[in-house]
């Protein structure tokens, strides 16, 4: 009965001791809190998109204080602009922190907008903000009127963002008409920013207990949730990069026709469609232009014509201006820091041009030389004799076949001959001098 007794007791004080630590951890939990972060350290397009509209459901669904969006960026694609602003105006149930760090970072052009539009923007010192001047990104030239309705839409879209956050209108407007960019400070004296922090810790300490939307952060201490990007995200802002299109564009170019001029040779066709299929998937998601397209399209006539009809040079000269300025034309409707670098593009040319001087010199070749097949191929060519060969029979070997054999001399096994006729399926031959 004792043994009962103390059994029971022990199972009591288990029970209690796990009971406490329940609690203990509970109150451990709802004393501590997660802030969600992402980084975006490049030019805003679709990509940088995509990870942030991750980045608010993610927060959400972790139940984060909010999301800190660490912005490093030199501006952006218009459209992908829009929508990220339009994510944030419309996050309520997320608070949006944009935090432009570390030291030395931008928040230039498309930048702007973003910051703005966040429940509370941060700047770290030596950072800067502004120079918002729009830039046509819907492909196409931009004619004067055209230009006049771009900057009145961009100059009223970022005075919404500004009253919506009360923030400053006034300097907003500038940014955009006169592309002002001022610094850290200058921002926080002028209500642009909500204030300016040097590190996380001391972001944190700083949004702690703001009022958003009539909910308070409880940010200090709180662990931070990092969201790095997925493999989808890497892949698509690795091929939207305009160098990398332009290599994709000649894998694609020389594997089609490589596949053209040599069929059945599978390889350099499938490496081609699949350059051609993320080269058209990434330019659906960027303002390519037409034009640029259409020379490119033209420089590849123009080499084929070239390979199949020899024009002495003339087609692959045209070819290759047409290639130059195709590529050159191709992205001219990106902002400055997306543009495709002459470093890529006169390279790529030359290449380009050289693939098929070689290809067509390689054509004209073999349709100039004898094309030699079947027995006559074998005239000339070195045998071994297995057998000893005189002016009636004798054996060879050759290419991995015996022949019969008959010569003017007599020639021992084990010496070489070489091939002077075929007849019938008899070689005749002499010894190889």
């Given at each position: ?22 609690d203990t951890t509970a ?68 608070p949006i922190v944009v ?265 004209i070749r073999i349709q ?66």
């Open positions: 009965m004792r043994n009962f007794i103390f059994l029971i007791a022990c199972l009591l004080a288990m029970a209690g001791a796990s009971w406490s630590q329940t109150a451990a939990g709802a004393s501590s809190s997660t802030v969600a972060m992402i980084s975006v350290e490049s030019s805003i397009s679709p990509t940088a998109t995509n990870y942030i509209n991750r980045g608010i459901r993610l927060a959400k669904e972790e139940g984060a204080e909010c999301l800190i969006v660490q912005l490093d960026t030199p501006g952006g694609l218009l459209e992908s602009t829009k929508d990220i602003v339009q994510a944030f105006l419309d996050s309520d149930e997320m935090y432009v760090a570390p030291e030395g970072a931008r928040a230039a052009s498309a930048g702007t907008f973003i910051t703005m539009a966040a429940h509370i923007a941060v700047m770290a010192p030596t950072t800067t903000i502004g120079a918002a001047s729009p830039v046509q990104m819907s492909g196409g030239q931009v004619d004067s009127v055209m230009q006049k309705k771009i900057f009145n839409y961009s100059e009223s879209f970022i005075e919404s963002i500004a009253n919506r956050r009360d923030r400053n209108a006034e300097w907003a407007i500038s940014a955009v008409r006169d592309g002002e960019s001022i610094t850290d400070s200058e921002a926080l004296e002028l209500n642009v920013i909500d204030f300016i922090a040097s590190s996380r810790e001391e972001l944190l300490d700083k949004i702690d207990g703001r009022v958003v939307d009539g909910d308070t952060l409880h940010t200090r201490d709180a662990t931070i949730s990092e969201i790095p990007t997925n493999l989808a995200e890497n892949l698509l802002g690795f091929i939207m990069r305009p160098e990398v299109m332009l290599i994709l564009t000649m894998i694609a170019i020389y594997g089609i026709i490589g596949e053209v001029t040599n069929p059945g040779a599978i390889v350099p066709g499938v490496a081609g469609i699949i350059a051609l299929i993320l080269v058209l998937y990434a330019s659906a998601s960027m303002p390519i232009n037409i034009a640029g397209f259409a020379l490119i399209g033209l420089a590849i006539v123009l080499f084929i014509a070239e390979a199949f009809t020899p024009a002495f040079g003339i087609l692959i000269a045209g070819g290759a201006i047409s290639f130059f300025l195709g590529a050159l034309m191709l992205f001219q409707d990106l902002p400055a820091s997306m543009e495709l670098s002459w470093a890529w593009l006169i390279p790529a040319t030359i290449l380009t041009t050289l693939f098929f001087v070689w290809i067509v010199t390689e054509g100039f030389s004898n094309n030699i097949t079947g027995k006559e191929s074998m005239i000339g060519k070195k045998a071994e004799v297995v057998e000893p060969i005189d002016n009636s029979h004798g054996r060879i070997f050759i290419n991995g076949e015996y022949w019969n054999a008959v010569s003017e001399e007599s020639i021992t096994e084990g010496e070489s001959c070489e091939i002077v006729d075929i007849q019938g399926l008899t070689a005749k031959v002499r010894r190889f001098s």
